[in-house]
């Protein structure tokens, strides 16, 4: 795939500083700079509230989707204040909002929101912008996952998950994409520190409201 797209391929680990310092000294040898970052690797798991949750499964879902991205972002920011760059953050509604037994999940992402505002802060005075996208359900191989563990119709299941929200749909992974294309890029200039919800607006559903929906009230 990387070689039908012209695409650089550096496999490792994110969560590992060595991983993350060599791909990016790989892409800036390459590229002779580097412009933008995307922060996307992600991982589930670890499922429970404070009663059944694996402490160990809890430091493993943050190794990836907290620290991996400190240990990237850090690694990429002298290269990216260089051309100051820009660096896009790939959260969740889940660190916006609490889900049902999923504790280390959506702090996690929640903690990514707020990693993504501190780089905001710290050096947007030298150029660099850093934002937040945050998608609802997704077709991607991890949404299929959850959707396949709720029915065993995997449509079924993702038309039960949005029914509530107001597009009625789950997102596609292009869209998200879209989103995160124009965040690092020249049209959002002046756009940093700023969480974009890529939900088809299931975050601003009145919860309490659709029991009067439903009711035909």
């Known amino acids: 795939m990387a070689d039908e797209l012209g695409a650089l391929a550096l496999p490792g680990d994110v969560g590992e500083r060595a991983d993350a310092e060599a791909a990016v000294a790989a892409t800036v040898e390459r590229l002779g700079g580097l412009d933008g970052l995307v922060l996307n690797a992600g991982r589930g798991g670890a499922p429970g509230s404070l009663l059944e949750l694996d402490p160990d499964g ?27 760059g820009a660096v896009v953050a790939v959260s969740s509604v889940a660190g916006l909002r609490a889900a049902p037994d999923s504790v280390a999940y959506c702090s996690s992402k929640a903690a990514l929101v707020m990693l993504a505002q501190c780089i905001a802060v710290d050096h947007g005075p030298a150029g660099v912008r850093a934002n937040v996208v945050c998608p609802g359900w997704t077709r991607t191989p991890m949404g299929d996952r959850a959707m396949d563990g709720l029915a065993g119709d995997r449509e079924a299941a993702y038309a039960e998950a949005t029914r509530h929200v107001p597009l009625r749909r789950a997102c596609d992974p292009d869209e998200v994409a879209a989103a995160i294309t124009w965040l690092l890029s020249a049209d959002a200039s002046y756009v940093n520190g700023a969480v974009l919800t890529v939900d088809g607006a299931s975050t601003i559903v009145d919860t309490g409201a659709l029991a009067f929906a439903e009711a035909g009230g």
């Open 58 to 84: 809890f430091a493993d879902v943050y190794r990836v989707n907290v620290l991996g991205a400190l240990v990237t972002a850090r690694a990429a920011i002298r290269p990216l204040l260089a051309r100051k």
